[in-house]
């Protein structure tokens, strides 16, 4: 057998309508009716034409010891992004105040962290603590946890924590080398232990077959249980990390519009019940492309002009779309 069998064996799928093979079915069908049938089963779980709202910010930027392919953060990349401390309590809880006031009802604070060091782990949970008090939801994402780590943060009342598998399981290592796919899922299984909501997703558009998106989907929905929030991202290729220089040479490796509501429209299908998240690569999407999202069973975006270290759709045009496409923020 060799090592890609191997790798897809290790997923088992307990939902025979999860299984690789009925993904990879669904992934073949005609565009319209894999779209209508997702926008079908949006509808009788969800409310219509409702988005929920997130708003990030980058708590400790850059200098990451590890080496994601894709990322601007990375000690390894030579993106220009310099390392700086975690940032202060009163200054992450103002921004929380703004993204509030700007109609998002979820903030969720991201570290450029292997894991978190427990002398951090104190401002952590005051930052959980105060953003909560605001009347959102918190969200964090600050790379592997310990039991302790993940049962501390549930404790001071982290609604979520987002760690993403970021692609399938056979093309995980051509990505990021300096932990494993396992490493993800037991992370994730620490967080849902603790009692918290897991976010996880992905990044299409970095060179990887439609079986690695199939081989994506099919880890996530068969997971113990499918992740709350699924968080899917076109690669935004920043200059000087490994796959934003890989898209600058081979620029048909970009995601396909099409493709990119595909497989929204099977993740829809498959996690009938998470939350869908139009993440990173929005801003370079058409109206059209995030309508389509939108039909495919797309439910929340990111708000506001950053993201972490690249530029988002700013407000302004999100509330246009929304007015033109009548959809309203999820309360
Ligand atoms: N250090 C933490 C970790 O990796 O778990 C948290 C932050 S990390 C930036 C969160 C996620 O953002 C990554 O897992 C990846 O899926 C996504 N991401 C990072 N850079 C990206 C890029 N250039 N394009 C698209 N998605 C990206
Ligand atoms: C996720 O899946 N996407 C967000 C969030 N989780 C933390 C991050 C996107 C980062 C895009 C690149 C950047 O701004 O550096
Ligand atoms: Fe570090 Fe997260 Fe960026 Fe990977 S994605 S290099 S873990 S900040």
Redesign the pocket.
């Known amino acids: 057998m060799n090592h890609v069998a191997n790798q897809a064996d290790l997923i088992s799928s307990a939902r025979p309508e999860a299984s690789r093979e009925a993904i990879a079915a669904l992934f073949d069908l005609p565009f319209l009716d894999l779209v209508a049938r997702a926008h079908e089963v949006h509808l009788r779980h969800h409310p219509r034409n409702a988005v929920q709202l997130s708003t990030l910010l980058s708590i400790k930027t850059g200098g990451?010891?590890?080496?994601?392919g894709?990322?601007?953060?990375?000690?390894?990349?030579k993106s220009g992004v310099k390392a700086e401390k975690l940032m202060n309590a009163d200054a992450v809880v103002a921004a929380a105040r703004e993204a509030r006031a700007a109609g998002s009802h979820r903030f969720c604070m991201?570290?450029?962290?292997?894991e978190p060091k427990e002398r951090d782990m104190a401002a952590l949970l005051d930052m959980v603590r105060r953003v909560k008090a605001l009347g959102l939801e918190t969200c964090m994402?600050l790379?592997m946890l310990t039991d302790g780590q993940a049962r501390a943060l549930a404790e001071a009342g982290l609604d979520y924590y987002n760690h993403?598998i970021?692609t399938g399981p056979d093309y995980y290592d051509r990505v990021?080398t300096?932990?494993s796919f396992q490493d993800r899922i037991d992370t994730l299984e620490r967080v849902r232990e603790a009692g918290m909501a897991v976010c996880c997703g992905g990044i299409m558009g970095m060179g990887e077959t439609r079986e690695d998106r199939i081989g994506f989907l099919h880890a996530l929905a068969n997971l113990p249980e499918p992740p709350d929030s699924v968080p899917l991202n076109a690669l935004v290729p920043i200059p000087g990390t490994v796959l934003g220089d890989m898209l600058a040479d081979t620029p048909l490796a970009r995601i396909d519009e099409i493709e990119f509501v595909r497989t929204v429209a099977v993740a829809r299908i498959v996690m009938p019940d998470s939350q869908v998240r139009l993440s990173a690569g929005r801003e370079s999407m058409s109206e059209a492309g995030q309508a389509l999202c939108f039909l495919a069973g797309a439910n929340s975006i990111f708000t506001g002009d950053r993201l972490?270290t690249t530029p988002n759709n700013g407000e302004d045009a999100d509330t246009a779309l929304f007015a033109k496409l009548g959809l309203k923020p999820l309360a």
Request: hydrophobic fraction near 30%.
């Open positions: 990451c010891a590890e080496d994601c894709y990322c601007s953060q990375s000690a390894h990349a991201g570290a450029a962290w292997r994402t790379g993403n970021d990021i300096t932990r972490l």
